[in-house]
């Protein structure tokens, strides 16, 4: 399936993106030395600038944009600054996290969030690489309301947050980098922080919801298998297997669901595949008018020891709203694998998207959930 980009820039900087609910409409470019970020609209216009005083290592965005959140200092320095780089609030932990290794500290901020109502903000931090400690802070004060210790079960894991489409369950996912993994599911009852370990095979990536929050996908198995569940009772419902089987390609960890029956995966290679949720199989390949896939040796001419196989430029894609997905493409040919040159491509429509069920404000499958708790 050919399509043509409704929207394209380049950029010489880091990109991340805020994954905020679907409704979203604020993505972030963050500069080369990780000190700015630019809060851009769905047309890619910037909206807000951010200077920070030192790398940001991880960030989250409020719901009207005019808030962020940046983790820095290698987890050490957590910090609220308003649009007008005014700072808002800021805690600095006494003594600087002890580096491990190049990716992991044992102690220092890990991740956080701003709940799509504005009123909570998430926030985790490691303690000694034995326990993550999940804390809630009032938007006000920005001082911690409620607090969870969760177990670090590998030791030294990465932490991160992952919203649940109702606004109501928090999924956290913890990776120890070696292949094994944990889920668990998040509820604040406004008094107490609940959470329920979920079990997933050992390699599991973060949950991508349904935008209606009535199923998830997540791929495992080394990238040859998405599997499809049912939320919040986990029941499978699904498993489509990688078909190539003497390819070392396979899926990555970037999805998006185009309709009730569809969904949309990218690959190690940089490819993207339509899947058909209903049959569990690949119905087709999304090919984007500009970036069409070609052989890695054309694309990347000065590596060596390359096989001879067909890639893309794709790096990642997120939803961007309710009918356009945000991608991330190098700038190639390239002369160095990791160049900070980088296309942003705004792509879909009618012409991708299909019918999908809406987020519903009763939220019935959280209600589900934390029925399940015991909790009325």
């Not at 190539?244 to 995966?265: I, K, P, T």
């Not at 040919?333 to 012409?351: A, R, Y």
Request: a negative charge.
């Amino acid at each position: 399936m050919l399509i043509l980009p409704k929207n394209e820039i380049q950029i010489d900087w880091s990109f991340s993106h805020i994954n905020q609910p679907i409704n979203s409409e604020w993505a972030t470019i963050v500069s080369g030395d990780r000190k700015k970020v630019t809060l851009v609209d769905r047309n890619l216009s910037p909206k807000y600038e951010y200077q920070l005083p030192d790398e940001i290592s991880h960030s989250a965005i409020s719901p009207k944009g005019d808030l962020l959140a940046a983790i820095m200092a290698n987890g050490n320095h957590l910090a609220i600054v308003a649009a007008e780089n005014q700072l808002v609030f800021e805690e600095q932990l006494p003594n600087p996290p002890v580096k491990v290794s190049y990716l992991y500290n044992d102690n220092g901020f890990q991740d956080c969030w701003f709940d799509a109502d504005g009123l909570r903000f998430w926030c985790m931090k490691l303690i000694e690489g034995e326990e993550v400690e999940i804390q809630i802070r009032d938007t006000n004060s920005w001082q911690i309301q409620r607090q969870l210790l969760l177990e670090d079960s590998f030791g030294l894991s990465s932490f991160s947050f992952h919203p649940h489409p109702e606004n109501q369950i928090l999924a956290v996912w913890a990776g120890d980098g070696q292949g094994e993994s944990q889920i668990y599911w998040l509820y604040d009852d406004g008094t107490e922080i609940h959470a329920v370990e979920v079990p997933f095979p050992d390699d599991a990536s973060p949950p991508e919801f349904h935008p209606a929050g009535s199923e998830f996908v997540i791929v495992h198995g080394c990238g040859r298998q998405i599997s499809r569940f049912s939320f919040p009772e986990c029941n499978l419902i699904g498993i489509c297997e990688w078909p190539w089987s003497d390819s070392n390609n396979g899926f990555h960890y970037y999805m998006c669901y185009l309709s009730d029956d569809r969904l949309l995966a990218n690959t190690d290679e940089g490819r993207m595949y339509i899947i058909d949720i209903d049959k569990m199989e690949i119905s087709d390949e999304l090919i984007l008018i500009g970036h069409e896939p070609r052989s890695c040796k054309e694309l990347y001419p000065t590596l060596k020891d390359l096989k001879e196989e067909v890639c893309g430029d794709l790096e990642c894609f997120y939803r961007f709203d309710s009918d356009r997905i945000l991608s991330v493409h190098s700038q190639l040919p390239s002369q160095e694998l990791n160049s900070k040159q980088k296309t942003l491509v705004i792509f879909g429509g009618k012409e991708l998207f299909g019918s999908l069920a809406k987020v519903q404000p009763s939220a019935p499958y959280s209600k589900l959930f934390i029925q399940s708790l015991g909790i009325s």
